[in-house]
């Protein structure tokens, strides 16, 4: 049985003001809105801070997946996170659990783990300046060389319409095999672009439901793998979608059922929009050249590369599990993410 993460919760809100987060897996850059600054993104997404990435009940004890950085945007590791609490359920009735060599256990996920579904959604609409694609050709090679060595993924681009590039695929660790050389064939950039209106939520709505190239449960939102996460390139200049038109109902779709947003936009980008279809779980990377955007990927690599599980084994076994809070010492500082989980896949 499989349960992933939903929204961030309430918790996470209130005490915002009160530490320095991360942006969830991999924008490890500085907040601080310096117009000199080539990258900017959320405010509330910043360095030093926690992320369950995923979660899932795996015969009765609760799996977390986690990762995140300090201060410096340096990584944590399996060793950095021995100083871990894991709060079960809601205040105050949460039980929690320490790393005691009993109840918790953490190590290192492994490369073999089958643990992420991935969409990648790019915009290919007239306001994108043609110079952009040639960032967004390196952003996709980079991810998939950070990538655990197992992981599915589907790859959409859209202008007026979405349009499926690569159905599911789940990838092979032989970068010569037929299933790696159609992922790596699907990421590249089109030679011909499209040029047309921007249909940015008829897009996203595509790759959650498949209402239009597939079955349903062929839909991001439908996978069973303990993580899931949507990289989107886009200006956010939307100005052609038909099917979906209300942006809200998609963020719900976003932070209900688990997904990881990252929203990725040039200089143009309508950050407010961007902002918004990020939600809660996600963030915002603006970039303006490629050699600003290839430093926050390669703090990323390097964030995704130690990612950590941790294993709890509760006093009384779980179906499911509502609220889960992750806490970590980091220096003098403590670092959390707090998760609301729920719904078994079959």
């Given at each position: 049985m499989t349960l992933s993460r939903s929204s961030i919760s309430s918790t996470f809100s209130t005490f915002l003001s009160l530490i320095i987060t991360i942006p969830l897996v991999f924008l490890l850059v500085s907040c601080t809105e310096d117009p000199d600054d080539p990258v900017q993104f959320k405010p509330t997404s910043t360095i030093n801070k926690l992320f369950i990435v995923g979660s899932q009940i795996d015969n009765g004890d609760l799996v977390l997946y986690v990762n995140g950085t300090d201060t410096d945007g340096t990584p944590f590791t399996v060793s950095d996170l021995q100083a871990i609490s894991v709060d079960i359920g809601d205040e105050p009735n949460a039980q929690t659990y320490t790393n005691d060599g009993t109840n918790v256990s953490i190590g290192a996920v492994a490369p073999g783990d089958k643990i992420l579904s991935l969409t990648f959604l790019s915009d290919y609409s007239g306001s994108i300046p043609e110079t952009e694609f040639d960032?967004?050709?390196?952003?996709?090679?980079n991810i998939l060389d950070a990538l655990p060595s197992i992981y599915e993924?589907?790859?959409?681009?859209f202008s007026d319409d979405p349009k499926m590039k690569l159905d599911w695929t789940e990838s092979d660790t032989d970068p010569t095999s037929a299933a790696s050389l159609a992922i790596r064939n699907a990421v590249e950039v089109e030679t011909v672009i499209w040029k047309n209106g921007t249909a940015l939520l008829d897009g996203l709505g595509e790759v959650l439901l498949r209402s239009q190239t597939g079955d349903p449960s062929d839909g991001l939102i439908q996978r069973c793998r303990p993580a899931r996460m949507l990289i989107v390139f886009s200006d956010g200049l939307e100005n052609a979608s038909t099917l979906h038109t209300d942006q809200q109902t998609l963020v719900n779709y976003l932070e209900?059922?688990?997904?990881?947003?990252?929203?990725?936009?040039?200089?143009s980008a309508d950050l407010a929009t961007l902002n918004a279809l990020a939600g809660n779980l996600g963030a915002v990377v603006q970039m303006s050249n490629a050699s600003a955007i290839d430093a926050q990927i390669t703090n990323w690599k390097d964030s995704?590369?130690?990612m950590v599980s941790v294993r709890i084994k509760p006093d009384t076994l779980y179906d499911t599990v509502d609220t889960v809070t992750l806490r970590v010492n980091a220096g003098q500082e403590l670092v959390f993410d707090t998760a609301t989980v729920g719904g078994v896949c079959p």
């Open positions: 960032v967004l050709r390196g952003i996709h090679n993924i589907q790859v959409f681009i209900q059922n688990n997904v990881l947003t990252i929203m990725l936009g040039g200089e995704l590369s130690n």
